[in-house]
């Protein structure tokens, strides 16, 4: 059993940072960040597996930066020149095999983090 936590999410205006952070409880090959803005399917955000290959959503290429302390075994998203279209609730999630675009792929999840983008 992974247990994740996240926290970071907040409000801010375009063109602006932040940096998420999800804490794991235990080890998992796989994590990454998903997010939902309301009315949408959940959508994969970014991934990184135990060799550190990480995998971009095509929209937040160049703007985000998934990264792991594998140490405190915390994950991160550093997230800037945020656009309004970001907005959405962010989620921390992993899984044991290798990494996947699907989030159905995905067994352990966070509560998730909102992040207000305004313009």
């Known amino acids: 059993q992974v247990q994740l936590v996240e926290s970071g999410g907040g409000s801010v205006q375009a063109g602006g940072s932040l940096r998420l952070s999800c804490v794991a409880s235990?080890?998992?090959?796989?994590m990454g960040w998903f997010r939902q803005a309301p009315g949408l399917d959940r959508e994969g955000v970014a991934t990184?597996?135990?060799?550190?290959?990480?995998i971009y959503a095509d929209s937040v290429k160049g703007r985000f930066t998934i990264s792991k302390d594998s140490a405190k075994n915390v994950l991160y998203l550093q997230m800037n020149s945020l656009k309004p279209e970001d907005t959405a609730m962010y989620y921390c999630?992993?899984?044991?095999?290798?990494?996947?675009?699907?989030?159905?792929?995905?067994?352990?999840w966070g509560q998730g983090t909102q992040v207000t983008v305004s313009s």
């Open positions: 235990g080890y998992a090959y796989c």
């Open positions: 990184i597996d135990g060799s550190r290959s990480t």
């Open positions: 999630a992993a899984r044991r095999g290798v990494c996947s675009r699907d989030y159905h792929d995905y067994t352990y």
